[in-house]
């Protein structure tokens, strides 16, 4: 079946570590996308990918990093500068036009 | 103003009444709209994609967009208990934007 995995499904950090989420679809989309989700806050950009070595930054880039070297995979590491990294972490991707986003069933983020 | 505004909720139904859910947004450049459902600890899954105005329908649920007054709803006739979850409007203008989300409105349909 076709579609997007995230893992892990749970993750805890410590102070002063950096983690990294997975993200992999095998549906051949080229754009990727993380967003964060926070309860009552709806859904946030962090960063975009529309094609492979290529990435820009969302709204809320910042204690975040990616990279996207192969077209199936876009991985989120969340930085130690990221100080409130708490949150429910998703991943979409779309084929090129005016497609709608598919979704993982998310990374939630926990600090220990 | 946030450009696509939802009204969070909660709301709570009895199964088989008809919901309304209803956004609001503020760029007229966009022209394409979603409506996902999101059960807990899932990611959203799409339900309804439309362009421009007019109405779209699918089994129970019906998507209307009326871009004169730039208000978007989804419809659900016949809810059931399996309906009940947090749905996301959401729109963008095409290659010029990216997409932009409602905060999600919390939807609870009681047997």
């Known amino acids: 079946d076709g579609g997007i995995t995230q893992s892990p499904k749970y993750l805890f950090r410590k102070e002063g570590q950096n983690v990294t989420l997975s993200c992999e679809q095998n549906l051949n989309h080229d754009a990727m996308y993380w967003y964060r989700q926070d309860p009552g806050q709806g859904l946030r950009l962090i960063y975009y990918?529309?094609?492979?070595?290529?990435?820009q930054k969302g709204d809320i880039a910042e204690g975040y990093s990616v990279s996207r070297e192969k077209k199936e995979s876009f991985p989120l590491t969340v930085t130690s500068a990221q100080k409130n990294p708490t949150a429910f972490y998703l991943c979409a991707s779309t084929p090129a036009g005016n497609q709608p986003q598919h979704f993982g069933d998310g990374t939630r983020l926990s600090i220990l | 103003q946030k450009e696509v505004e939802q009204d969070p909720g909660p709301l709570s139904v009895p199964e088989g009444a008809i919901v309304s859910l209803n956004c609001t947004y503020s760029?007229?450049?966009?022209?394409?709209f979603m409506w996902y459902r999101q059960y807990s600890r899932k990611g959203p899954e799409l339900l309804m994609y439309t362009y421009s105005s007019g109405n779209k329908e699918d089994g129970r649920f019906t998507a209307q967009v009326d871009k004169s007054s730039k208000y978007i709803s989804l419809f659900i006739r016949d809810s059931q208990p399996s309906d009940s979850a947090t749905y996301l409007c959401?729109?963008?203008?095409?290659?010029?934007?990216?997409?932009?989300f409602g905060k999600g409105t919390k939807l609870s349909v009681k047997p």
């Open positions: 959401a729109a963008f203008g095409g290659s010029q934007g990216n997409l932009i």
């Open positions: 990918s529309q094609i492979v070595n290529d990435f």
């Open positions: 760029n007229s450049a966009f022209q394409y």
